[in-house]
């Protein structure tokens, strides 16, 4: 074969297949696309050359005949500044792009300042063919991007309950019952007075957490506080401030992220509260941050880089062709640490 009739890059075209196995271009296009206008022969000795040259079609070709963009996307109605701090989404992201960069696909995350626009962002998509998928995530109750993408026909896999997934592929952890182990856990140690620092109300997975909190305290007769944030650090700090300065402050604080829980420990040291002597300490979604205070912060964790795999694993299911389904990936379990103890 000849050297000068390879593209620039050096890549195997089908010039290359066509003049090795003494056919004509055309004739390639067929067999290599499955088409008909070739005897089974023919194809099967264009397939074979192209075997041993070790064609390839090219990621541009490729998506143009299967119209597809190799992508999926991720819209977030956050603030950007807080996205760095939080170490859910991190991970996330990284779980994602490990199972995606096996596939040669990418992941289009687009930021945006409100639902409305997370909305707006879903239907351009659509409009434009600029994804394949959708990653969806911080679902509410009758959310309107879930609607849309399900009237749409948009692939797409919720990252939530499924109880707000309105009848679209999810993938869940179990939030309600490990909000139930946590609380149970600081009543068999004594304690009475638990508060909550909740995230954001609005949130499906939140309201999933307060209600189970709730109904935990509730039933086992001890006092329940919930106090809301919007998951940042210095919402936690206030949070803390609040329930550590109330006439009877709790023994211990469950927290909806490792970010808040560190800070509401730092606040406790600022104001002399020992920790876990005067409260105990709850952190959600174990992190390396809970490893690396002091005291070590009892937390519910679970692998969150596996979860953002495989959520795109069965984006990729969806894509495919399969049919919808519910997908429970762990109930997150306490990891019992130093910040936790018997109230004095």
């Known amino acids: ?29 067929f067999a290599l696309n499955g088409r008909k206008g070739v005897s089974e022969s023919t194809r099967a000795r264009i397939l074979m050359v192209a075997d041993e040259l070790g064609w390839a079609p090219s990621n541009a070709a490729r998506s143009l005949a299967e119209a597809r963009t190799e992508t999926f996307g991720l819209v977030l109605a956050r603030d950007p500044r807080n996205l760095g701090v939080e170490s859910f989404y991190m991970e996330f992201f990284a779980g994602l792009e490990v199972e995606l960069s096996r596939r040669g696909y990418s992941l289009l995350l687009q930021v945006v300042a409100s639902p409305a626009d997370a909305l707006a962002t879903l239907h351009k998509w659509h409009r434009t063919r600029r994804v394949d998928g ?14 849309f993408v399900r009237e749409s026909g948009m692939p797409a896999v919720v990252v939530g309950d499924p109880s707000v997934a309105q009848g679209l592929t999810c993938v869940w952890t179990d939030d309600d019952s490990s909000m139930r182990e946590a609380v149970r856990h600081l009543a068999e140690l004594g304690h009475r007075r638990i508060a909550r620092v909740s995230g954001l109300g609005g949130l499906a997975h939140t309201s999933i957490r307060d209600n189970a909190f709730a109904d935990e305290t509730q039933a086992l007769g001890i006092s329940g506080v919930m106090l809301r944030t919007d998951y940042t650090p210095i919402e936690g700090e206030r949070a803390t401030r609040a329930a550590l300065g109330a006439p009877e402050p709790p023994t211990a604080i469950i927290y909806d992220n490792d970010v808040m829980a560190v800070a509401g420990l730092t606040v406790a040291m600022e104001l002399g509260v020992d920790v876990p002597s005067d409260v105990s300490i709850i952190a959600w979604d174990d992190s390396v941050l809970c490893e690396h205070t002091f005291p070590k912060l009892t937390a519910l964790s679970h692998d969150v880089v596996e979860f953002g795999s495989h959520a795109a694993r069965r984006l990729f299911d969806v894509v495919e062709g399969g049919s919808p389904g519910s997908f429970l990936d762990s109930t997150p379990r306490l990891v019992v640490r130093g910040s936790t103890k018997s109230p004095r």
Request: charged fraction near 20%; include cysteine; glycine fraction near 12%.
């Open 1 to 29: 074969m000849s050297s000068s009739r390879r593209g620039s890059t050096g890549r195997v075209t089908i010039n290359d297949i066509a003049e090795r196995a003494g056919v004509s271009i055309g004739a390639v296009s």
């Open 134 to 147: 959708v990653i969806l995530t911080d679902l509410t109750v009758g959310d309107a991007c879930a609607a």
